[in-house]
């Protein structure tokens, strides 16, 4: 049995030599893979597409939840300065009404 695979992969005998006997087979099969390279091509660029399309999204999401937080902080700032700027009123009111300043 190990014999008989080795004969039949390692020799080949002119009943096999396909190209010298059948060349117009050889431009088909050709031919058939240029168009399977075309069509995967196209599938490639038609996936590539939906990969861009599906980065975009992703990065539409990032910068949201970038702007989400940069604008959560904004208001925390914000707020807090009024905070602060109220309790610096507070506190020189109390003061000017003990007479301390």
Same mark, same amino acid.
């Given at each position: 049995m190990g014999?008989?695979?080795?004969n039949f992969l390692f020799h080949v005998s002119d009943d096999y030599n396909r190209? %010298?006997? %059948?060349n117009f087979n050889f431009?088909? =099969?050709?031919?058939i893979r240029l168009i399977n390279m075309i069509a995967s091509f196209f599938l490639w660029c038609?996936?590539?597409y939906v990969w861009v399309k599906a980065v975009f999204a992703q990065l539409?999401?990032?910068i949201l =939840?970038?702007?989400?937080?940069s604008s959560t902080k904004l208001?925390?700032?914000a707020g807090r300065e009024v905070v602060?700027?109220?309790?610096v009123e507070r506190l020189r009111d109390e003061k000017l009404k003990d007479g301390s300043i």
């Open positions: 014999a008989a695979c080795s190209l %010298h006997r %059948h431009k088909c =099969t050709q031919t038609i996936l590539l539409q999401f990032y =939840t970038l702007w989400l937080i208001a925390w700032s602060e700027k109220k309790m």
